[in-house]
């Protein structure tokens, strides 16, 4: 016979551990299991919750330190590529999950464009004296596409017995920038104590302001102007200044008759503005026609110039 069952209080937390027995205890309704799987997952919700919201340097004691899910470093990786474009995973520490990120290829940080190298001399017994009795010159040019920059190497080794007093030894490095908005700049050094400067500008509406300064204390500053067409002819004009006073440039192209193009310009030294000093070109170039779609294979080129600081014939 069942032994007679005697009910005694117990707490909260025992309640959610004891079991009934199979004489005496009767099976618990469904909205009973309702409440205690709603306990259940309200309990997971609160601890879940207070982990994520709590900082990832932040020492948690008990248990709730090793239930964290924020990484402990930042990492990237990309999954593929293709054409132009590429996959990346990205995960940072603030972050509970990880990020992905459609972006078009980034350029290579730095890029080798252009080494090259040459030996100049007679063709005689100087060849033989390699390298000692050659003029010996190499360069190198090195990209930085992510930001827009350029820098050139270049090594000068003259022969050893040179006639010429200003050719020696010289290494000559150029760094070139190109900055959205405002503009591009230059700069040359060379071991010989030579240096130069220069920046480039574009004025809207206007044209290009350019300009340049050098170890000689040389400088140079001009502004390049198109104007609207006259008669199919477009006119260009650069006013510029230097060290020695005012000068300009202006040049007119255009066509003259079929595959006929003319080019006029005129201009003066600085300093010199008398009409008689002036410089003028002239040039006439005749192109064969080019077939559809294609460009001209041939040109015939004429040009002239009038000065009178030019030796008379």
């Not at 050659?134 to 360069?139: I, V």
């Given at each position: 016979a069942c032994l007679p069952f005697v009910a005694t209080p117990v707490s909260m937390a025992a309640s959610l551990s004891c079991s009934h027995s199979c004489c005496g205890l009767s099976r618990p309704s469904s909205s009973q299991k309702k409440c205690s799987w709603f306990r259940v997952a309200a309990l997971v919700a609160l601890?879940?919750?207070s982990a994520l919201s709590l900082p990832s340097r932040q020492q948690v004691p008990g248990a709730l330190a090793s239930v964290s899910l924020r990484p402990r470093k930042s990492w990237s990786k990309m999954l593929f590529t293709y054409r132009d474009y590429e996959l990346v995973v990205r995960q940072r520490k603030a972050?509970?999950?990880p990020r992905f990120q459609l972006r078009k290829t980034p350029p290579a940080p730095i890029a080798l464009s252009v080494a090259s190298s040459g030996?100049?001399?007679p063709v005689d017994k100087s060849l033989a004296g390699f390298p000692f009795t050659?003029?010996?010159?190499?360069?190198i040019n090195l990209d930085f596409p992510r930001i827009s920059?350029?820098?050139?190497?270049?090594l000068q080794d003259p022969p050893a017995e040179s006639d010429l007093d200003d050719m020696q030894r010289a290494l000559e490095a150029c760094y070139e920038q190109s900055i959205s908005g405002i503009g591009e700049f230059a700069a040359n050094v060379k071991t010989?104590?030579?240096?130069?400067a220069s920046f480039k500008h574009e004025v809207e509406d206007i044209g290009d302001l350019s300009g340049s300064f050098n170890s000689q204390l040389d400088w140079n500053l001009a502004l390049d102007t198109t104007y609207p067409p006259i008669y199919g002819f477009v006119p260009t004009v650069t006013y510029g200044a230097t060290q020695d006073g005012m000068?300009?440039?202006a040049r007119a192209t255009g066509p003259l008759y079929t595959n006929l193009r003319g080019t006029y310009e005129i201009q003066n030294e600085p300093g010199k503005y008398s009409p008689a000093e002036f410089r003028q070109d002239a040039t006439l170039t005749f192109a064969s026609t080019p077939p559809k779609g294609g460009v001209a294979q041939q040109s015939l080129e004429l040009h002239g110039t009038y000065d009178r600081t030019l030796p008379k014939v």
């Open positions: 601890v879940s919750v972050q509970v999950l030996v100049e001399g050659t003029a010996n010159n190499a360069a920059s350029c820098l050139r190497l270049r010989t104590g030579e240096w130069a000068r300009f440039h």
